[in-house]
Every structure is written in C-alpha cells, then in structure tokens.
RNA sequence: GUUCGUGUACCUCAGAAGGAUAGAGGGUUCGCCUCCUAAGCGAAACGCCGGCGGUUCGACUCCGCCCACGAACGCCA
C-alpha cells in the first residue's frame, strides 16, 4: 500500500523547499472537517520571504489535479489541508485486506537482515515472578514485530545458569531432598530447599563452605555435581516452558552463563593487546574516565571473570554466529550503566558494530507493600497471576456467555491476554506497582476489549452470512466509517514505529483506537437487515477490522478467541 | 554527591522528527439493549502539561536552571 504522505510529497513542489522537508511536515489532519491531511507552511516563510497565508494559497492554486486519492486541497489560516476520495480510500484499504489477509501490514524492510533479541533470560532455580514479566513479553512481541517488517529474528534465552547459588543448591539437595521429590515437586522443591539453606546457614555458616566446595567441583567437571548441576537446569527448563506456552513466547537458543565460560579468555587476550586492561586495586579493568563513566570491571582480584566480561564474549559471539543488524538486549533499567559500559568496550576494541547494540531498557515493578524480594517471601509469582485472570475471565463468561463451548480454553486466551496486554499497553520506562485490582479489570483500555471487539466482529460476520453483492462503498464513507478506514491504513506505520523505538505499545495503543472506531461505528451503522450492496461494504470493513485486530494481537503474542 | 530516567485530569497513562481547540481509559453522576455480543456506546465533571526563564510566527514537545520521585555508581547478576 503507498503511503498517502508519499503520494501527496511526490507532487508537492515548492520552489526552494526539500521533498523530504515537505513529507517531515505532512500530517494526518486532527479534525476532519479541516481536511484528512495538512501541511503547515509556516517553516517555508522564511526561506520564501512571503506570509504562511500566502504561500499555503499559492500552492494551492498551483495544484491544478491531485493523484487519487486526494481530490481537493484547500488553504486556511497557513495550512494546507488536503481532502481525499473516502470512497476511493475505503475501495482500496478493504480491498487490499481481504486480499492480503494476516499478511496485510507485512513489509520487506528487513529482509536479508537478522535482528538479535536477548530476552527473559531466567536464573535457575528460581521461580518466574511477575518481575520477569516484562522481559519476556516485551521480547517476544519484538521478535515478530521485526518478523512482520521482514527481519530474521533470533531469540535468546541468556540463562543465568552458573554461579555459586549451584553450590548451595546441592549441598541443600544432599541434605534435605532426593530426586523423587525434586522430581515430583519440580521448582517447588528447589525454591523450598534453597530458601531452606539461607537461613540454616544463618546458624551454620559452614554450610556456606561446603557450598564453594561443591561449586568448584562443578567447575572441576566432578561427575555428581554436573550430573545434579544438569538435573537443576533441567528440572527448571522443563517446569518454565509451560509459562512460556501460556504466554507464546519462543527462542532459537539458550545459551547462556555457562555456555560462555570457555569463550572469554580470547577477549581478554585481545583486550591486553590493544592496551586497554589495566591492573586497578588487584582487579583489572577497562579505563572509561574519558567518557565520564566508571570503569569497567573485568576481571576480579581472586581472577575470576564477572557479568560484563560474560557479556563482552556474547556480543562477539552473536555478532560471529548472527552477523546481527542489530543486538538488543531486553532488560531492566537499572542495568543501564553496565550496558553503556559493555557496549563501550566492544567500540574501544575497535567493532563498528557496537553501535548496533541496544538496551532496551524497561521499569521496575514492585508491589504496593513496596520492592519484591525472593529472600524475604514477598514475591507475586506470574502462575498465580494467570491462574486469577483466567479464574476472573471464566466467571465473566459464565455469567455473560452461559451457553459458550468451550468456556476454558476461551478464560485461558481472555485471562492470559488481559495480563500481557496490560503490560504492554504503556512505555517499556514506566514503572509498575503491581496491582490485582488493575490487572483483573477487563473494562476499557484492556486485552479483553481488543478481544471482545474482534469477537463482536466474528459474531456479526456469522450472523449476517456471505454477501457477494457489489460493495456499495458509500455505506461506509461517512464520518464513523472515514475514522475506521483510517485507522486501518494506519496498522503498517503503527508496527514500523513499534520496531523503530523498540515498543511494542505502540501496536496496542493502536489497537485500541482502532477498536473504539469500529465500535462507534457498530453502534450507529446496521450491517443485517440493510440492502446488499451496503452490507456487502459493511461487511468488508467488519472483516477488514477482524483480521487487523487478530494479527495485531497476534504481535502481541495474544490470542484472539472466535467468541466470548 | 555524580550520572541516567520519570513528572500531563482524583487514579493509570497516550501525546517520536515543535503545529490548528491538550487526549484516552478507570473511578464518579446521568442516559442507551422488543433490533448484528452492554467485556459495548453516549453525555457531564475533572488540566497554570512539576516550577522559573530562554529559543520560535507557534513549546507538553527543543535549551538552561531549580524542585520532587526512582535507579545506578568496583570485585553480585
């Protein structure tokens, strides 16, 4: 689909102003009655020493025909307001979707491209609490937003799966636990019994020695500990994947801490040879003071390696294995400064790439009570939070839809989608305190919203039956039609500026919208009972309206059930 | 203390290359189902867009200073 801004660009010409000055400025018109899009020509007076008034006029004089769809330009007040064909406009749009179908919004862009997503990336052994969230559904709405403009998109599970909590964990197996229970209770079982070893350790601090000692075996390659150190990992993948279902979140690799292990010594190599390794208070560093940062800390005084020396071998590895266009890294704000330090680094070393290293950065959530912490109990883990939004969702329907099939599977799509909705309706910035009122509420700018209007969609197709009369394209040119062609044209650009800021509210904000134009215009327009040719456009736009929802919320990672 | 981020209606938030009268939803009050799904639609009320300056024909948007809140700031990840 051309882009009404590119055709009104290309036959704009104003004597000393850039075409690319020209599209800048275009926009769609905030009220329509001033036209569909306008061009402001306040920025030209200078350069053309005349009034805004004048030259908007001129130019509008000068605009003997206009490419279809456009049929009028009109000056006012400096403006210049461009009118289109509504009947031409929704001709096209309605067309183009019945015919493209989900594939409608796809674009090339990327091709030849891959895009590198480092997103969820779980600790083991430890349970998926609300505060992982973000990470995961952020990511995963990314991965097919890039998939939509074309792009190879790689998923990446960077599992926090090394460390001396591996240690602790089997000295508390040994001790309190065995595999029939770890097989039976799962993560139950290893939360229990490593909360269970903080606080024995409180008393028995020796604990905390066997735990080291258990730790370097696992380094030393000691058969028990891999094998127990194997059976954790496991155990947690196993249980994890089933939130990953619910939540329709995939990835191509989960390569994580451990995998890097044996790849950073050639970067530190690299690192010395080009001088910028320095020995700082028994650690060594990267000197950042040049660009006012802190610096970065590589390598410990005991000569173990840390987080940013795992993450400067990562990089390489993704940029080797993916030869990324672009590496974003899904994680919270709060690591920004490490992030900035890291991506420095892999310039200092010369990789022109480093620019092509995102974080995208996202908020913190807390609870009212005020921070999580796993240690201290007050955590909300993201099972329960399901588990009530689809319980909410199954009474709602119970009481609205009695007599619908299949009520459960209807609660799980409707429950699930209301939480990721919620999540990714605002900026990646804002921080969230968590709250259950606010994330069982199902009214207004909600998923359940999206979802019922897509529904309403379905039933109404369903209801009224195939129409093959000539569509009568005048059924849908009035001012509630004209808003929802308009908000259908838009789902490309919608999805282009998601990908662009790496947000993906921004496909939802735009589902809202177009939800509430097709429910103003639902209200006041019949599609049964009207003659055929007028229910045959209505039932374009209807149809037109049902795919985009469905293909949107589909980015989202959402489902969209036929009825509810 | 330094750096980064955030401040828009009672609440939660949109407002990305400065543009016409600042928008939604929740909540509150009042309306709309003998007719396609009322998880819907409409109406009312709610605003010195944190404050003060500056740039501009024009600033919620850009610049400077200040205030409030949050985060990070060397051997965790």
Redesign the pocket.
Known sequence: MLDKKEILASVLSIEGIDK??I???L?E???P???DY?L?C??F??VLHKS?VQIAQSVAESLTCLPPPFVKAEA????L?FFVDGKECAKQVLGEIAEKKENFGNSTEGEGKTICLDYSSI?IAKPFHIGHLCTTVIGGSLYRIYQKLGYKAVGINHL?D??TQFGKLIVAFKNWSNEERLQQYGMQELTSIYVRFHTEAESNPSLEDEARAWFKKIEDGNEEALHLYNLFKEITLREVQKTYKRLKIQFDSYNG?AFYNDKMDPILQELREKKLLVE??????VDLSAE?M??C?L????G?T???T?DLAAAYYRKRTYDFYKSLYVVA??????FRQVFKVLEKMGNDWAKDCVHVAFG?VSMESG?MSTRKGNVIYLEDVLNKAVEK?LE??TE??PNLENKEE??ET?GVGAVIFSVL???R?????FSYD?VL??????G??VQ??N??C???M???GECTAEPDFDAVDNPEGKAVIACLQRFQSAIR?AGE?Y?P??IG?YL?DL??SY??F????????EEEGVKSARLLLTNAVHVVIEEGLRLLGIGA????
């Open positions: 690319k000055e599209y800048g400025l926009t018109t905030a009220d009655s001033k036209g306008s402001p306040f920025k007076a200078k805004p006012v007040n400096g403006y307001n600790n926090g090394w460390g801490e700082d208070g028994g650690a060594q560093v006012e802190p610096p800390l390598v410990k005084a005991d173990a840390l987080y940013a795992r704000y709060q690591q920004n400064l490490h913190m921070a969702s709602i329907i609205k839809s209807t609660a409707v309706y605002n900026n910035i804002k921080d969230i305190v606010k509420n199902f009214d207004g700018e909600t359940p919203y019922y209007t529904a309403r379905l039933s109404v369903a209801k009224v500026e800021r947000e509210c921004c904000r809202v939800c509430q429910n103003k639902y209200l006041v327009h019949r599609i049964s009972g059930p036929q009825k509810m």
